[in-house]
């Protein structure tokens, strides 16, 4: 596609329910990073996929929160038993390769956790 | 543990003036560091640097990299409204290809 696409754009949830966010990079692009937002905050680095790779999960906050590439192309970050903590902007940004610096970001998924 | 620091957090400046931002940076193996613009959603990228000394410039923006004191700066000159927006550093390392975000500075431009 032209840019980085993120799905749903909106998505209000009760605490306790799971909840799957999407992203479908730029085409071509190796790698793909996810990344949280809270409410004047910077970015939290979340997880890093790079081509075949063993994705960097280092950023994960809990065992609630787990993410997949399928096909080297589409992820999906998935948030079980959501908590209001979890109330955020979630960002996929891909990028041509993890050495190339740029990243080119999406509009944003953001998640409200009543 | 890399680490990223921006300051100030937040700038409030009338048309016109010149402001310079600030992006410290504690990180293993540096790599590149990256300044970015977030006006609503989605960052865009506004420069990359990789070595020290070397300045980056486009139109009125501007940025330069210390390696030796682990120090970046964005410099905006002539300010307009349009430049009001949160502005992003990031550095990545050799050791992974992942890039550590600071806080941001949130710059409001008055008319």
């Known amino acids: 596609g032209a840019g980085v696409s993120q799905s749903p754009s909106n998505k209000v949830t009760e605490k306790g329910k799971d909840v799957e966010l999407r992203c479908d990079p730029i085409?071509?692009?190796?790698?793909l990073y996810w990344y949280r937002q809270s409410l004047g905050q910077g970015l939290e680095f979340l997880i890093y996929f790079q081509g075949n790779s063993a994705p960097d999960k280092s950023g994960l906050p809990s065992d609630r929160f787990s993410a997949e590439r399928t096909g080297g192309s589409v992820s999906t970050l998935t948030i079980q038993r959501t908590q209001q903590e979890d109330s955020a902007v979630y960002l996929c940004a891909s990028s041509q390769s993890s050495w190339t610096g740029e990243l080119f970001f999406g509009e944003g998924s953001r998640l409200t956790v009543l | 543990e890399d680490k990223v620091v921006q300051s100030p957090l937040s700038l409030v400046v009338h048309e016109g003036d010149t402001v310079t931002l600030n992006c410290s940076y504690e990180?293993?193996?540096?790599?590149?560091l990256l300044w970015y613009k977030q006006e609503k959603k989605a960052p865009t990228f506004l420069f990359m640097l990789t070595s020290s000394g070397i300045e980056k410039k486009s139109g009125r923006l501007s940025s330069i990299l210390d390696k030796k004191e682990l120090f970046s700066i964005l410099n905006i000159t002539a300010t307009q409204t349009g430049d009001s927006a949160v502005y992003l550093c990031a550095v990545g390392s050799s050791n992974t290809g992942k890039l550590i975000f600071g806080q941001g500075t949130t710059l409001q431009v008055k008319p």
């Open positions: 990180v293993t193996n540096f790599r590149s």
């Open positions: 085409s071509g692009h190796t790698a």
